[in-house]
C-alpha cells in the first residue's frame, strides 16, 4: 500500500472528535483520497473518554481495524492527558496536537518520555471568540489539516464551507462562525 496517514483523535463525548474526524475523511475523499473515519466508543455519554481514527491513503485501503500506531494523536481535551495514555503506539517521527492553551514546550513536559513533534492550539479561545460557545472540534480540525499537510489548507477551506452550508442550511451564522474558527485554527496552531 502507498503512503498512507494513520490519526487517532482523543476527545470527550460531546467534544465534536467524532464530527471532526468524519469531516476529515469526507474532506479527503472530496480532494480523491481514501479514506477510513470511525468512533471507539466506551460508555456513551456526555463527558466521557471517546476515541475516533482516520485513515487516509492515495491508494485503496485494505486494513480493517483500530489504529495502533498512529502518524499523528489529537487530543480535543487536555484534561485526557492525565488519564490515558495519548502517546501509545504514535510512531516516533509522529506528532501530538493538543486542545490547550499551554505552548508546546509545556505540553511536551507533560507527555514523559514522547520525543516526537507537539502542536498546540487554544481551540476554547478561538471557539468563544467566534462562535460564543466552546465547541473545540472546528478550530482543532483546523489545526489538524495545517499540521498534517493531508488536504491543501484553500481545499479544506472550500470543502469544510459546502459541508457546513449543508449541515445549516437554516442557520447562516453557524455557518460564518465556523469557518472563521476553522481558518483560525490553521493559522493559530503553534509548534
Same mark, same amino acid.
Given at each position: 500500500?502507498? =503512503?498512507?496517514?494513520e ?7 460531546g ?5 471532526a %474526524? ?8 472530496? /480532494?480523491?483520497k481514501? $479514506? ?28 480493517? %481495524? ?6 499523528? $494523536?489529537? &487530543? ?7 488519564? &490515558?495514555? $495519548? /502517546? ?14 499551554k %505552548?508546546?514546550?509545556?505540553? =511536551? ?10 502542536? /498546540? ?26 499540521? /498534517? ?15 457546513? =452550508? ?26
Amino acid at each position: 500500500m502507498g =503512503k498512507m496517514i494513520e490519526i487517532r483523535w482523543h476527545g470527550r463525548g460531546g467534544q465534536g472528535a467524532k464530527t471532526a %474526524s468524519l469531516l476529515l475523511a469526507e474532506a479527503a475523499f472530496n /480532494t480523491g483520497k481514501y $479514506v477510513q473515519g470511525f468512533p471507539e466508543y466506551g460508555p456513551e455519554r456526555m463527558g466521557a473518554p471517546i476515541t475516533a481514527y482516520n485513515r487516509i491513503s492515495d491508494e485503496r485501503i485494505t486494513i480493517h %481495524s483500530n489504529i495502533y500506531e498512529p502518524d499523528y $494523536v489529537v &487530543v480535543v481535551d487536555e484534561t485526557l492527558i492525565g488519564s &490515558v495514555d $495519548v /502517546t501509545k503506539g504514535l510512531k516516533k517521527d509522529g506528532a501530538i496536537i493538543v486542545n490547550t492553551s499551554k %505552548s508546546p514546550e509545556e505540553v =511536551k513536559k507533560l507527555l514523559g518520555n514522547f520525543d516526537g513533534k507537539v502542536y /498546540t492550539i487554544d481551540a476554547r479561545k478561538i471557539s468563544m471568540e467566534c462562535l460564543g460557545k466552546y465547541f473545540p472540534n472546528i478550530p482543532v480540525l483546523g489545526a489538524v489539516i495545517k499540521v /498534517t499537510g493531508i488536504i491543501p489548507e484553500n481545499e479544506a477551506i472550500k470543502d469544510m464551507e459546502e459541508s457546513l =452550508k449543508h449541515k445549516f442550511a437554516t442557520k447562516p451564522d453557524v455557518i460564518e462562525g465556523n469557518m472563521k474558527a476553522f481558518v483560525r485554527g490553521m493559522q493559530e496552531v503553534q509548534g
